[in-house]
């Protein structure tokens, strides 16, 4: 696009101007600099009622940032965390909108000190070498000073004190939510509902199995009997999955003495969670007897008591001993033979 500028003489330019080239290398032109609109001056820097209004709704503002922060507490005790998914949207909502009103009001109530009651004049800088001058340092620190004074921190102590009474307030959630981070874990990653005479069911509907309904070559998935009594199902049911499997005992490679009477007429149970970093591991080969697990494709064979044949899985999946109890229904006969799951550091101490 060619723009037409007035002509002017050669090597010169108009008072308030500047010159530029041709873009065919011919003389240079002036063009006029439009200078800055005349200055405007807001409500509040005329009208004393106006500021004290815009003063006001600064403080409303901060005032609200503070009442968000407090709501995002309140939610984080009020909305306890059941387990359910409704718990976790309660909570997970009162605390975000709380967050969400009191970050919204900050800043809000920045902007709006800024734009209504600071310095509002135009101001020009030189360019200047990345790295001031010493004296440009001084007069930056100068400037900083005056632009203290000229916010008027000193002068309005109620706009000064809501923003440090809300700046205050909020890092609070942040710190009640390390709560979080405790109790100790105690024994909960060594120990699942599993013990001595509770009933393998099926999952979801918990219906008991018998052993004479396991056919050869099926899986179920399995749950322990009572899981939808306990106050935290969904935390219990992650650590006690199981895979139920029924295969003939001779297709064994392996056979440890010390797990002849953990399975029942060749139906194996084993923990769903793989060791590597605890998918359900719920793909199984009936004709390999392979368990893979979907995640990053570790392989378990059942007939070496699952041990890793590939993937990053390190251990072996944790087996359930098994009997049949008087009426003929799957039974386990004690916990996990070791914690399931991901491994972590203290494991081998318990
Ligand atoms: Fe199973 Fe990674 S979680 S292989």
Redo the contacts with the bound molecule.
């Keep these: 696009m060619t723009v037409e500028h007035p002509p002017s003489p050669k090597g010169s330019s108009a008072a308030g101007g500047g010159t530029v080239s041709t873009r065919d290398g011919g003389p240079p032109q002036a063009f006029q600099n439009p200078g800055l609109p005349a200055h405007r001056h807001r409500m509040a820097d005329t009208d004393p009622t106006a500021a004290k209004r815009a003063e006001r709704q600064v403080v409303a503002l901060f005032a609200l940032s503070a009442l968000g922060t407090v709501i995002a507490m309140v939610a984080y005790f009020a909305f306890q965390l059941e387990g359910d998914l409704a718990s976790i949207q309660a909570s997970t909502l009162g605390i975000g909108l709380g967050m969400a009103l009191s970050l919204f009001a900050l800043g809000a109530g920045a902007v709006h000190w800024a734009k209504t009651l600071m310095p509002d004049a135009e101001v020009a800088e030189e360019r200047h070498a990345i790295r001031g001058s010493d004296e440009t340092r001084a007069a930056a620190v100068e400037i900083l000073g005056t632009g203290a004074e000229e916010s008027g921190i000193g002068r309005r102590p109620l706009i000064r004190n809501s923003l440090l009474g809300a700046l205050a307030l909020f890092p609070l959630p942040g710190v009640i939510l390390l709560r979080d981070l405790g109790p100790l874990p105690g024994d909960v990653l060594t120990h699942t509902l599993w013990d001595e005479g509770v009933r393998l069911t099926r999952d979801p509907t918990g219906t008991p199995i018998k052993a004479s309904e396991v056919t050869l070559g099926s899986v179920y998935h399995v749950i322990p009997e009572g899981l939808d009594e306990v106050s935290h199902p969904l935390e219990e049911k992650a650590k006690a999955a199981v895979l139920l499997i029924r295969m003939d005992r001779a297709d064994m490679q392996e056979n440890d003495p010390a797990r002849q009477d953990w399975d029942v007429d060749g139906i194996y149970a084993y923990s769903k969670i793989?060791t590597?970093?605890?998918?359900p591991?719920a793909l199984y080969e009936q004709q390999t007897h392979h368990l893979l697990?979907p995640?990053?494709?570790?392989t378990f064979d059942v007939t070496q008591y699952c041990k890793v044949i590939f993937?990053?899985?390190k251990r072996a999946l944790p087996q359930l001993p098994i009997a049949v109890d008087d009426e003929g229904y799957l039974v386990a006969q004690s916990d996990f033979n070791e914690p399931v799951g991901p491994s972590y550091w203290e494991r081998g101490e318990r």
């Design positions: 793989c590597h970093v605890g998918c591991v697990c995640c990053h494709q570790s993937g990053p899985a």
